[in-house]
């Protein structure tokens, strides 16, 4: 509350007021005896004016009133009722004042009011947690006042809001509002306190600065100078004494302490609350800082794992040595390439000499793990060790005691060094490259053997030319008349040599696949019977012949050619046993091919095939002898008048009708021909 300083100007008022009443008192004889004063007030406005708990009239104002009687000599009589009675009464003159009265223009008509000793503040009053904030913020809402008091009149003087609920008492407002009902109340400050604290409201509070302020003052009737006068000339000596102080702060310095700590506790929230606002940043940052190392730890192990994991199922064997030699992973392939167990290589560090040999880790330590090793031979194998960039090796080796046959190996070499560029170890990748080894065989037979095909063509057609022509004339030469037998003979002889000329080139072409007839549909079942029956028909007592038909399926080819490659196979079985006796065998099986590599230059094939499978228990043959098996003119019987085109017919012919030949031998342990045919459906 601000405290009054128009007190100071009481005097001259008070001076001047003395002086008229002087001039207008009776003379004479003396005063006549001073009457009590009628004193009104409003029995229910805490803490300027209420009845207390021993039913006297107690507040401020009532202190205030009662200091300034002292202070004049006025004997005062003080009621405080119901304020409209009150009102009513000084207007119709039963009462000779009132203790507080705010001041208004209307008001300024009926009463005359002494100098104000307060100033009043009214105060929004929200529920917690109400958005209203400030007086701009009521416009629209419901907004409860106490009926014809100065802040009705405020409101209807101002387009805040169309929603305004008036009530009889300040009670009524605070008790709406905390139930729930309307949005805010516009009531005396200080009184609504005191009812919020004396009801027990705890969800109600005030908001923003004061809405509007109205003087506080004592009033009396128009014309009621010399009252008027005194209380004036008390409120002027009141203040000089210093008890107006006294009664101010009795009364409102709770109010002024609880705002000034409300002012502290503002002052506080705009220090802590930076305070606290960087603290709380401070410990965000540590707490997002912890976590993302965290994170990042945990990125790391997850990344290291997972290097790991990638490195372990690599489908190339993959080891890693560190700065000193030793073996820090050896991945599974590596296992199933060596059958050396990771226990066993980790943490092995192979002889520095035998690195040394092999420019490689994983070779050394081969060498030292496996018992049928055989160094000479191993280096003496080796194809290669390059050096195409800079510090990093290549190597292609055979290792003879690897697996049954010897295994072909690549492998690559490559250091990795630190962010300093310094050396810590080097990586190590081996593949396997004995299946490509042996495609490589396949595909450069299968090219020799398709530019032979060709060259035997070409010479074949150009032999047939010159067959012609010498069939020509020795037709013609026989038809001259009158010669000797023993020219008839010669001639005759040539004839019979153009013939088998003849079935020469024929199977040159076949072999070429020059003379393939258009292929049909070819049921092999029965071709096989037929021809086993043949060849049974000439094979030794000591060779047994089995057939073993799983299959009826049906092939593009020629029944006459289907039934030359069957002869050809098992006659050269039969041949090979001739000597020991044995057993031929012969098979027909459906299988079904996925991504079959190396057939016939046609890159990967699948579907369904027939398989035909011609097996002998005889002689067997070296493996320089199988690579040259399909050549033209390449016998193994030269002494017993093999011409060496057998088996390039066959060739020839399942060749052409799009099927796959291949051979399977070791010496002393006969020889497997497998025969694929694509299958047609019915």
Not at 89 to 105: F, H, W
Not at 327 to 344: D, K, R
Not at 498 to 520: G, H, N, Y
Request: contains cysteine; hydrophobic residues 40%.
């Amino acid at each position: 509350m601000m405290r009054l300083t128009l007190l100071k100007i009481a005097t001259a008022l008070w001076i001047l007021t003395t002086a008229v009443t002087s001039a207008v008192a009776s003379p004479g004889d003396g005063t006549p005896p001073q009457a009590v004063v009628r004193i009104g007030g409003n029995n229910d406005f805490s803490p300027y004016e209420f009845i207390n708990g021993d039913g006297v009239p107690d507040g401020y104002n009532i202190d205030l009133i009662k200091a300034v009687g002292r202070l004049t000599g006025l004997s005062m009589d003080i009621k405080l009722e119901r304020w409209a009675d009150v009102r009513q009464a000084l207007e119709d003159g039963r009462i000779d004042a009132l203790t507080g009265v705010m001041y208004s223009p209307q008001r300024d008509l009926v009463f005359d009011f002494a100098l104000p000793h307060v100033v009043v503040s009214y105060a929004l009053f929200v529920r917690e947690g109400s958005r209203i904030a400030l007086p701009k913020d009521i416009r629209g809402r419901e907004v409860v006042v106490v009926k014809d008091v100065y802040a009705h009149d405020w409101l209807r003087r101002n387009d805040f809001t169309d929603q305004v609920i008036t009530v009889d008492y300040p009670e009524e407002a605070l008790r709406m509002l905390s139930e729930g009902r309307h949005d805010c109340a516009v009531l005396i400050r200080l009184h609504g306190l005191d009812l919020i604290r004396q009801q027990g409201i705890t969800n109600i509070k005030t908001v923003g600065p004061p809405v509007l302020t109205q003087k506080m003052s004592f009033a009396v009737r128009t014309g009621n100078a010399d009252l008027l006068a005194q209380l004036n000339e008390g409120l002027y000596l009141l203040q000089r004494s210093g008890a107006y102080d006294d009664i101010y702060r009795r009364w409102f310095s709770v109010y002024e302490e609880r705002a000034a700590h409300r002012r502290m506790l503002t002052a506080a929230k705009w220090i802590l609350f930076p305070l606290l606002i960087l603290l709380a940043a401070a410990a965000l940052w540590i707490w997002s800082l912890n976590r993302s190392v965290a994170r990042q730890t945990e990125a790391l192990h997850s990344n290291r794992q997972k290097l790991a994991q990638i490195l372990e199922h690599l489908p190339i064997a993959t080891l890693v040595v560190d700065d000193q030699g030793q073996i820090t992973h050896w991945n599974q392939e590596c296992v199933h390439l060596t059958g050396i167990p990771a226990s066993e290589a980790i943490g092995g560090k192979p002889a520095p000499a035998a690195t040394e040999i092999y420019f490689s880790t994983f070779l050394a330590l081969l060498t030292e793990k496996c018992e049928r090793h055989d160094p000479a031979a191993s280096i003496s194998n080796r194809a290669h060790v390059c050096n195409p960039l800079e510090g990093i090796f290549e190597s292609e080796v055979l290792i003879p005691w690897l697996g049954t046959d010897g295994k072909w190996l690549y492998g690559t070499i490559t250091p990795f060094e630190d962010e300093q560029g310094r050396r810590i170890g080097s990586i190590e990748a081996w593949q396997d490259l004995t299946d490509r080894k042996a495609l490589e065989r396949q595909l450069t037979q299968a090219q020799k053997m398709e530019a032979m095909g060709t060259l035997a063509g070409s010479v074949a057609h150009d032999f047939a030319s010159y067959l012609q022509a010498i069939g020509g004339y020795t037709s013609t030469a026989q038809l001259e008349p009158n010669l000797s037998a023993n020219v008839k003979s010669s001639l005759r002889g040539i004839q019979d040599t153009i013939v088998k000329a003849r079935e020469l080139i024929r199977q040159i072409m076949l072999f070429s696949r020059q003379d393939l007839v258009a292929p049909m549909p070819v049921d092999i079942a029965p071709i096989i019977e037929r021809s086993l029956q043949i060849v049974g028909a000439t094979a030794a007592e000591n060779i047994v012949i089995e057939s073993d038909i799983r299959s009826r399926a049906r092939i593009m080819s020629d029944e006459t050619q289907v039934s030359q490659v069957l002869l050809n196979l098992c006659t050269n079985a039969v041949q090979a046993m001739t000597s020991n006796g044995g057993r031929l065998t012969v098979r027909v099986e459906d299988v079904e091919l996925q991504d079959e590599r190396g057939f016939n230059g046609r890159g990967r094939v699948s579907g369904p095939f027939l398989k035909l499978t011609v097996a002998d228990t005889g002689c067997g043959m070296a493996p320089d002898q199988m690579e040259k098996i399909f050549e033209p003119f390449y016998t193994l019987r030269q002494d017993t008048g093999g011409t060496g085109m057998g088996l390039a017919i066959v060739h020839g012919i399942v060749r052409g009708y799009g099927g796959k030949i291949t051979v399977h031998s070791q010496e002393g342990k006969g020889a497997v021909f497998e025969v694929l045919w694509p299958i047609v459906s019915a």
